[in-house]
């Protein structure tokens, strides 16, 4: 029978006399086999293969430490033997096929941990790190479920924020031909700005807002501009909502937020350059002694039209 056999009967409390505790001399064994009952799974392996490292498993094996025996000369370890046939695979060769799954490797860095095989347990861990490595997220975007929430992680953010709000079932009227594909572009479009500038620039969902396709953008906390993409046409006899795509506006609006990246306090000749269509906006009525703030930028693509932009035959 060849070393890394493995019986995996589960065997059944039987009735007679309690486990015998007893200590093996070194060299007592020699070569010979010996049997291992590890959580009802049976191996069969040789002192040789078990006192190969400077493990648990030499101090049982070398006299070292007491192994309990049942009646019919099975040496008892009370651990799961799902993995011991790997363990005793390494013993014999230094080096194992690890497991394909995460798991499977954390449960087998348990047993080596155990068996105090640090060559194993490293192993595990540099594979651990690189499965890691291997399937981490490029990007992580949030998605807003609250107000509160969507103010504590633009308030916290250090870096600057593009929010894209979507919602096409808060509609009061039917949609154009063209709205779904429009929607779905201004979605892809949000997917591939938060890719190409992931690490710089900080991209949420929304889902639960008021508007149906709304982009806003922020910089040290507060919003600097908002694109709205939703306009009501007037067709016959009835209105429909109609969602734009202004691709070349959500460009530019993104490279402009870039400006308010880390430092907090960005370059003041810039902000300037940004800023100054805001400040020759039209003042409030109590101008006197009244410090004009920061506007936000307001691009409505709302445009209320009389026609109907579907093509003959819809």
Known sequence: MSGDTC???TLCPAAGPKPKTCSLKAGSLGNKYVRLNVGGSLYYTTVQVLTRHDTMLKAMFSGRMEVLTDKEGWILIDRCGKHFGTILNYLRDDTIALPKHRQEIKELMAEAKYYLIQGLVDMCQAALQDKQELYEPVCSIPIITSPKEEERLIESSMKPVVKLLYNRSNNKYSY?????DNLLKNIELFDKLSLRFNGRVLFIKDVIGDE??????YGQGRKLAEV??????YATEKKQTKVEFPEARIYEETLNVLLYETPRVPDN????????S?????????????????????????RYSTYDDRQLGH
């Open 228 to 233: 709205c993409c939703t306009s009501i046409v």
């Open 176 to 180: 154009t031909s063209n709205s779904d």
């Open 269 to 276: 000749s810039l902000l300037e350059a940004t800023s100054r």
């Open 7 to 9: 019986l995996t009967t």
């Open 278 to 302: 805001r400040s020759q906006a039209s003042h409030s009525e109590d101008d006197e002694g009244f410090e004009l703030r920061d506007r936000v930028r307001r691009i409505h693509v709302k």
């Open 212 to 217: 149906i396709c709304c982009w806003s953008f």
